[in-house]
């Protein structure tokens, strides 16, 4: 068997070449080793960083699955021993060796004699140790297992090396491209814009619930991101869960998770999504659109900080940062008995209100050149696109924006797809843009539908400025606000 550890040795370079998936790896090193040198039993053990002690990254034998609950310090044992002086050791009989440390082998029984420890190093570096124990036909370890030995650490710390240097590079890179795409940058110059980012800065070091409302594509699932970023929760988890999205029964098992045999199908237990999110953030998008039982529950989780799995009885407790948004005017759901006023004010401990893009047209031409710079990378190379031109540019001020924010990147995203030239220009965006509601855009129609039009465009602006709200609509348009529940039925607002 030994003729053929060159050959070995040579299949196991290839295959540190072939990939950067460093558990493969290891487990072949040690799988392969153990084999080659018949070895009872084999572990990799590594140093955690933090701690500074040695635990079991990969074992085999017998006792494989015992051995991986115990921990070295430096200097303890034998591995502890290779690990804090960097130098090999062969013990032909443990017993006899001051350094060797009975408390593991004592502690799963498992009977020792023999060992050989390598550390696995990378130039002055120790990252850990492999170890074989006894030849399986109980011979005692010899001088060439450890050189053996020797070289499969060589490999395996380099292994260890190159993925540990991979995963950096990617964290970097990962980290760079969301830098320069600005996926969570908050672009607002606008007096409102800072008056809310300085808000939910100060926000983000409490633990208070917060809502956010405002219109479809105003920037509340930024926002949310924001405060959980700036807050120091943020290298805990974030989850956003849209509960609009999901059935009652699904949403409740989703976020509380569900215990064996809570319904058909549950044959397994399963952590929800609160649990999940312990320590940081989740954030509950279309918390309007949840149900009236759905609501009670969740009124449970702020009031006493304890979800019950559904089908389970026992409290758990979670440490979870709340944040709700909707773009319903939730104050009306209130009124009309559709939104629990116990969940309403608990939520609104903190409240965020965000403006419509046309209450903030100042924050236009940097939001425009913001989604530019965003599309222009993430479109790839040959495209001509570099400017907006200042035909376009006031356009783009003029309009008002129904659909807010997103619908400003959607437009600035065609035009970088489309524009043929080098600076966006009014041909290049959508023509609702291009063509704000004139009067002589009624000619040729008959008096009832263009009035029909104004009133349609004018009922939906009113809202808009209102936030959605028909109860403040009606007030200021001076009508009731049944017959503005009529009109915007009738005329499909
Ligand atoms: N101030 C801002 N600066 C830069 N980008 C923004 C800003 N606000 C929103 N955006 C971008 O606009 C898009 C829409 O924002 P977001 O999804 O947060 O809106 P929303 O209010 O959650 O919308 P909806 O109600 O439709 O769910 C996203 O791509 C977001 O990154
Ligand atoms: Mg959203």
Known sequence: MRDNSLKIIKDISEIVNST???????????????????????????????????????ATGEKKEEVKLYELSMGEGIAGWVAEHGTPVLTS??????????????????????????????????????????????????????DMLCAFADIAALSILRARIFSSVNMENERLREALVGKFAIVGESPIMKKIISDCSKVAHSTATALITGGSGTGKE??????????????????T??????????????????????????YGQKTGLFEAADKGTIFLDEIGETSLGMQVKLLRVLQEGTITRVGGTRAIKVDVRVIAATNRDIEERV?????????????????????????????IPSLAKHFLEKF????????KVEGISPE??????????????????????????????????PADLPREVCQPTKSNQSAGLTLKDAQDNFKRDFIRRTLESVSGSKTKAATVLDVQRTYLSRLIKELGV
């Open 376 to 383: 222009q990378m993430t479109s790839g190379s040959g495209r």
């Open 93 to 146: 009989n443990v017993k006899e060796d001051p350094r060797w440390s009975s408390k593991i082998s004592n502690a799963i029984g498992f009977s020792t004699s023999s060992i050989a420890c390598a550390p696995l190093k990378v130039g002055d570096t120790v990252l850990g140790v492999i170890e074989i124990i006894d030849h399986l036909d109980q011979t005692s370890l010899t001088q060439e297992d450890l």
């Open 392 to 425: 376009a540019m006031e356009v783009l001020v003029n309009y008002d924006w129904p659909g807010n924010i997103r619908q400003l990147e959607n437009v600035i995203e065609l035009a970088v797809i489309m524009g043929a030239t080098k600076d966006i220009k």
């Open 241 to 266: 869960v849209n509960c609009g999205a999901l059935p009652e029964t699904l949403l409740e098992s989703e976020l509380f998770g569900y215990e064996k045999g809570a319904f058909t199908g549950a």
């Open 335 to 363: 009124q009309e008995k559709d939104f629990r006023d116990d969940l309403y004010y608990r939520l609104n401990v903190v409240r965020i209100k965000l403006p419509t893009l046309s209450e903030r047209k100042e924050d």
């Open 20 to 58: 950067i998936n460093m558990s493969h790896l290891l487990d072949v090193i040690i799988a392969t080793a153990t084999r080659i040198m018949n070895a009872k039993a084999s572990s990799l053990l590594l140093i955690d960083e933090k701690t500074g002690k040695l635990f079991f990254h990969i």
């Open 222 to 239: 930024l926002i949310a991101r924001f405060i959980h970023n700036s807050s120091p929760r943020k290298s805990a988890p974030y989850i």
